[in-house]
């Protein structure tokens, strides 16, 4: 239905910035909302940020003030400021529609790794 690549990982230091790229190919127009996760090892996933179809972001309270979740047709973004340590993890892009209106469905990318160290 949808298919999600994501890109844009590595490693930077503390305080660095990174921006994260997801590629969403196959039947778009279904999308309703798509968002960011990030996993760490051990841990849950957890929803950082989410954009709907009428350009309404909402952020995580960790990350506000300093991470952006933006669109450009079909490719979504994460700008990530001010890395800190606690969040080196795998982040993944997140998309939810419907099919024809009716069949509601959703799509993960297979992840990137984002690691904060010195």
């Known amino acids: 239905q949808v298919q999600l690549v994501e890109s844009g990982g590595g490693l930077v230091q503390p305080g660095g910035s990174l921006r994260l790229s997801c590629v969403a190919s196959g039947n778009i127009d279904s999308i309703n909302t798509v968002g960011w996760y990030r996993q760490a090892p051990g841990e849950q996933r957890d929803r950082v940020a989410m954009?709907?179809?009428?350009?309404n972001a909402h952020y995580a309270d960790f990350v506000k003030g300093r991470f952006t979740i933006s669109r450009e047709n079909a490719k979504v973004y994460l700008q990530m400021n001010d890395l800190k340590a606690e969040e080196t993890a795998v982040y993944y892009c997140?998309?939810?529609?419907?099919?024809?209106?009716?069949?509601?469905?959703?799509?993960w990318g297979r992840g990137t790794q984002v690691t904060v160290s010195s």
């Open positions: 997140h998309a939810d529609g419907l099919i024809q209106g009716v069949s509601q469905f959703e799509s």
């Open positions: 954009l709907t179809r009428e350009t």
